[in-house]
């Protein structure tokens, strides 16, 4: 399956300890981009990542959230002292770059492809 | 302000029969995309059909088809022929140029078909 991996796909953890979570985008893509859907609502963008670079982390809180796409190996989204209100569903996305399908309003355009999404349940 | 509205929490429908799904947005970028994805209750998001905002043409995609209307700002999801596979969330989302590529999307809309 060249798809988009994520894993685990459930994780449970108390408050206090640190999840994370892990995504190896599709064969060929370079950019990926994590979302949280919380229950009954839609995703909302965390962070945008291109390998070793933060393009944009608007959307992540400022404390306790970080993430990486080092250069070998899959993004990873880490969650220290995790609190109740952080369970929720974690899906990453990537989409490939550079010219590929590129058109002049967005240089990587087409779908996001997106992984099957990581559970998280904070006790 | 809500940049994606889809008013319908919920819909029942009759298999075989067609499905209009809402969606209203606001932008006032003149770039921008229009994107809807299906959530089956396993939880993955898929996606199924793209209209940029300056195609000319409603973009289709087998059973799917987007009713784009440009000056009321909606882009409808319609499912002709619907099949009991389609149950599931379905998601409308917007892409604007200036927003980094973020997906802003709208809360859902819970489709069930009744045999």
């Known amino acids: 399956n060249a798809g988009v991996m994520q894993n685990p796909r459930h994780l449970v953890r108390r408050r206090g300890q640190e999840a994370r979570l892990r995504c190896s985008p599709m064969?060929?893509?370079?950019?990926v981009y994590w979302y949280r859907q919380l229950p009954e609502e839609g995703l909302k963008f965390m962070v945008y990542?291109?390998?070793?670079?933060?393009?944009?982390e608007s959307g992540m809180p400022k404390e306790r959230f970080s993430a990486e796409f080092p250069k070998e190996g899959p993004s990873i989204l880490r969650i220290q002292q995790v609190v109740r209100g952080d369970s929720a569903a974690y899906f990453c996305?990537?989409?490939?770059?550079?010219?590929?399908?590129?058109?002049?309003?967005?240089?990587?355009?087409?779908?996001?492809?997106f992984g099957e999404g990581s559970r998280l349940t904070v006790l | 302000a809500q940049k994606i509205t889809q008013t319908q929490p919920g819909m029942f429908v009759q298999e075989k029969e067609a499905v209009t799904l809402d969606c209203t947005y606001d932008?006032?970028?003149?770039?921008?995309?229009l994107f809807w994805y299906k959530q089956p209750s396993s939880g993955e998001m898929i996606f199924l059909i793209y209209?940029?905002?300056?195609d000319q043409q409603n973009a289709t995609e087998g059973r799917y088809s987007l009713n784009f209307q440009k000056a009321r700002k909606s882009a409808n999801l319609v499912i002709s022929a619907s099949q009991l596979g389609d149950s599931a969330m379905y998601f409308c989302a917007m892409r604007e140029s200036y927003s980094n590529y973020q997906l802003i999307w709208g809360a859902g809309t819970k489709l069930i078909i009744k045999p």
């Open positions: 932008t006032s970028d003149p770039s921008y995309g």
């Open positions: 990542l291109q390998k070793e670079n933060i393009i944009d």
């Open positions: 209209q940029g905002s300056y």
């Open positions: 996305a990537s989409s490939p770059g550079g010219d590929n399908g590129a058109s002049r309003e967005f240089p990587n355009t087409g779908e996001l492809f």
């Open positions: 064969k060929g893509h370079s950019h």
